[in-house]
Every structure is written in C-alpha cells, then in structure tokens.
C-alpha cells in the first residue's frame, strides 16, 4: 500500500492505495464520488475527464499514486453553494445531454478546455473536445453551450 494525499473538491484526502489503483478507481471505489464515469476504461472516450492541478485529465489512464499531493476537481466540486457553473446552466439551456452518462466528462473537459485558453472558433471547440463521446449525439447541443459561455453570452 502506497500513502497517497489528494485534495478533492477542496477536502484532503489522506488514502492507502495499492500502486496501480487508477485515480478514477480512488474517486469512485475510495471516496464514493461517482460522478466521475468509467466508460471505456481505455482513455478513448472521455468518460472520466477531471480537472487536476488546473488541467483536464483522463482519470482512468492515471495512477492515483500519480498525483499525490494534486488538487482535484471532479463533477461533484464544480457547482457553487447556490448555483450552478455556468457551463452546467449552459448544458441545461442548450439540452446538450440525452442519457446524460458522458455528461460530467463534456463539463469537466469543457472547463478545463477555456481555462487552457486555446479554444478561439467553434471549430477549434470542436476539434479541443473531440475527445469527449457523446455516443446520443448531443454533439451540437454541447459545442453550442460551451460557446454560449466562451463567447460570455446567454441563450434566448
């Protein structure tokens, strides 16, 4: 076993792993956050998108171990006391979810994605998100929220 310290969602949390735990195995089996989706477990989906250390990550292809000592954002962290992050309000808007199983991921990847600042067109959207499956086809509905909230504006 392996001491690993993650900060999730703004709580420590002090964990005895084994060294090939996956970091979404410790989010979910661990700290019962099960936000966090385990969809192909093979980093080809975007299931398990999180944002640690201020970057979108696959949590599935990391080792929890990996990030000892990261700061941690799962689905679960990212709507305030009273509201909802604006790209969750946009997501609502847009209707931009169907099932809904790939959801926390497309959000997750989106944040990260304008907080890297690299995504200037919707084309550039599209191509920055192409990692997150949305197998629904939400796809529209999703490029089109996160660029109501790139683009600072509001659905009419």
Known sequence: ??????TVNQQRYELNLLPWVSLLDALRDH???TGTKKGCDHGQCG???IICDGKRILSCLTLAVMKNDSEITT???IAGDESLHPIQQA????DAF???YCTPGQI????GMLQEGHAHTREEVQELMSGNLCR?????????????VKDGGTHE
């Open 1 to 6: 076993m392996t001491k690993t310290t993650l």
């Open 31 to 33: 700290l019962k956050l």
């Open 47 to 49: 299931a398990c998108t």
């Open 75 to 77: 689905i679960e962290g």
């Open 91 to 94: 997501f609502i808007d847009h």
């Open 98 to 100: 169907q099932c809904g």
């Open 108 to 111: 997750c990847s989106a944040i």
């Open 136 to 148: 629904c086809g939400a796809n529209i509905g999703i490029i089109d929220a996160i660029m109501q």
